[in-house]
């Protein structure tokens, strides 16, 4: 299961996609042996691809947003992309979560980074060169947002930047997977993003960050969707109350969205999470990948991961 390829990785259907550690079909492993741990490490190629939706709101056309590395192994991890409202000329403003060791940071965790790119059209997050373990030397397009770094860098992972109805950004939320396993946010205040814009931390009630597990916020500005243990939630946010969020009395209960059992039985979806929202014309979509148990053998289920959408209720 993790030394054999799943699906097609070249051609139109995945353009630029880096296959440098995989050979005959068989993906490669980093060299690294633990005592009755693991021979070998999977490290398993990463990009992202944006698809143009169609007429009839099927998706096709994909366009690579990925590192450039030599060779093309596809090691480098970003994720978590975000977007601002795209501007008339079809470039976006966006965040992304990396993992850069040389980053001067002293952190060996996921920062923040931003960038602008032009929706539709491949980009580059950077250019890595060296072998395929310590990648070095290594330099990146997007900017550092080095504020968002405080108080806690290394742990800002999953950012959503979310703009107010004048266009002005408002706020940058994020989670830590690492540790705490809490929501940050992070208010902008004074000047223009991205420049002169002073990131105020504001804490989130226990409402919000539970004893449970949350991550991979969505904020509107009325609502907060994230992922909380093997649920899509959401709490709305007392509009009125704009700046404090850190008050329980501001959110309202966890609302429910998406629920999956917890089983490995196999054909069962049994995890959901990274929601997302778009609002078309005809409504508003709640977009989410999902993990399906594709076999279970000996114990021991293969997961893959997909994505899928549903239209909200008005």
């Known amino acids: 299961w993790v030394f054999t390829t799943k699906g097609p990785y070249d051609g139109l259907l995945r353009p630029d996609f880096p296959a440098a550690r995989i050979s005959d079909g068989n993906l490669s492993h980093v060299d690294l042996n633990i005592s009755n741990v693991a021979n070998g490490l999977f490290v398993p190629p990463t990009i992202f691809y944006g698809f143009k939706r169609q007429s009839d709101g099927t998706f096709a056309e994909p366009f690579a947003v990925k590192f450039d590395e030599t060779p093309a192994s596809g090691v480098q991890s970003p994720y978590g992309l975000s977007f601002l409202p795209p501007e008339a000329n079809g470039t976006v403003e966006f965040l992304v979560a990396w993992n850069n060791n040389e980053d001067n940071l002293s952190d060996d965790g996921a920062d923040i980074y931003r960038g602008t790119m032009t929706l539709g059209q491949p980009y580059t997050l950077g250019t890595v060169t060296g072998d395929a373990t310590t990648h070095l030397p290594i330099s990146i397009n997007p900017t550092g947002v080095s504020p968002i770094t405080t108080p806690a860098p290394g742990v800002q ?9 004048n266009g002005l950004v408002h706020s940058v939320w ?5 540790s705490s396993h809490d929501l940050s946010l992070y208010l902008a205040s004074g000047g223009t ?3 002169g814009v002073t990131w105020v931390y504001t804490p989130l009630p226990d409402k919000i960050n539970t004893a449970e597990e949350e991550s991979q916020p969505f904020f509107t500005g009325s609502r ?8 899509v939630v959401y709490h709305e946010f007392n509009t009125s109350a704009d700046g404090n969020y850190s008050d329980p009395a501001n959110w309202g209960d966890a609302v429910t969205l998406l629920q ?3 089983t490995t039985a196999q054909g069962a ?5 990274e929601p997302t929202l778009a609002v ?10 999902y993990g399906k148990v594709r076999t279970n053998l000996n114990g021991l289920p293969d997961f893959n991961m997909d994505a899928g959408f549903v239209r909200l209720p008005e």
């Open 269 to 273: 979806i049994s995890a959901v999470g």
């Open 260 to 262: 999956t059992p917890v």
């Open 280 to 289: 078309r014309d005809d409504g508003t979509y709640l977009y989410f990948v």
């Open 174 to 178: 994020t989670d830590d997977e690492v």
């Open 157 to 165: 992972g999953n950012p959503h930047i979310h703009a107010d109805a």
């Open 224 to 231: 907060l969707y994230l992922r909380r243990l093997d649920a």
């Open 193 to 195: 993003y991205p420049d």
